[in-house]
């Protein structure tokens, strides 16, 4: 099981493990081995998520997100594959802890009268700065 909140654990079986072949350091031995992890999680299909959460999960715009609705990470950050398998399970752990709690909805708000006034101020600056670049200078 791994644990997301104390209310939500994912069982093992929702959670589909390769491992691949990764690029960069690690001389000969890196053709070799299997250290690289891809870990996919079908939030659409999940019984374990609450529908709040697979709703804010889903409607994330994440690349790593496909038309179906699973949810795939990589892992080749280290070079061994316990690393790598235990980093990518706790950024899908973190991935669904930004989903828990609701987005704050945005209050609306005026600008004040004196940032109005800032920002016309700021702006009339810039002319003045821009005019005096135009004007040719008098030689006499």
């Known amino acids: ?12 079986a929702e959670l589909v493990e390769r ?3 990764a690029d ?3 001389g000969q031995h890196v053709n070799r081995t299997e250290s690289a992890v891809e870990l996919r999680f079908d939030v659409a299909a999940s019984p374990s998520l609450p529908e709040a959460v697979r709703a804010r999960l889903l409607a994330r715009r994440d690349r790593r997100l496909t038309a179906e609705g699973v ?8 070079r061994d ?4 398998r235990d980093d990518v399970r706790e950024r899908l752990v973190e991935l669904i802890r930004g989903a828990l709690l609701p987005p704050k909805r945005r209050v609306a708000t005026k600008p004040t009268r004196a940032s ?3 920002r016309l ?3 009339q600056q810039r002319g003045r700065i821009k005019q005096t670049r135009s004007r040719k200078p008098d030689f006499e």
């Open 24 to 26: 960069g350091p690690g």
């Open 71 to 78: 949810l795939v990470i990589q892992g080749r950050r280290f």
């Open 116 to 118: 109005k006034e800032r």
């Open 1 to 12: 099981m791994l644990t997301i909140s104390p209310t939500i654990a994912l069982p093992e």
């Open 121 to 123: 101020a700021g702006k």
């Open 81 to 84: 594959q316990g690393r790598n």
């Open 19 to 21: 491992f691949l072949r």
